[in-house]
């Protein structure tokens, strides 16, 4: 029989274990850096697709990006869900964007939109 001691007084257990992203951060006291640098909506299971195209080009572009995989197709809900992320900014690709061929970028934090045609949404967070 093979009897294996585990030492649980040097294993932290999972829930005090620090989060990785709390080692990060370079001093006492600073803020963390935020997780996202870009949030995408998909306002539809038909806006899927641009959505993540949108986001594989800003993130080629360096910048950290996530898409919204909630089931709420609410702008409201996905702007909620943006902030909560810490994203500095937030793409906005509804229907009428979409027919447009244009991509709103929000500015969490002033709450500015400026509209950019979506195959230079890229470009414009490397200017």
Known sequence: MLLVRVDHART?????????SAALSSSVGEKPAPALDVAVTVLGDDQADA??????????????????????GKLARQLKWAAAEGARFCLIHGDRERAA????????????????????????FTK
């Open 51 to 72: 959505a993540f195209r949108m986001a594989a080009a800003v993130r080629r572009a360096g910048l950290r990006t996530g898409v919204y995989l909630g089931s709420s």
């Open 12 to 20: 932290p257990a999972p829930h005090t274990a620090r989060r990785p």
């Open 101 to 124: 061929g244009e991509v709103i970028v929000r500015d969490m934090t002033s709450g500015e939109q400026t509209t950019h045609p979506v195959a230079q949404v890229a470009a414009f």
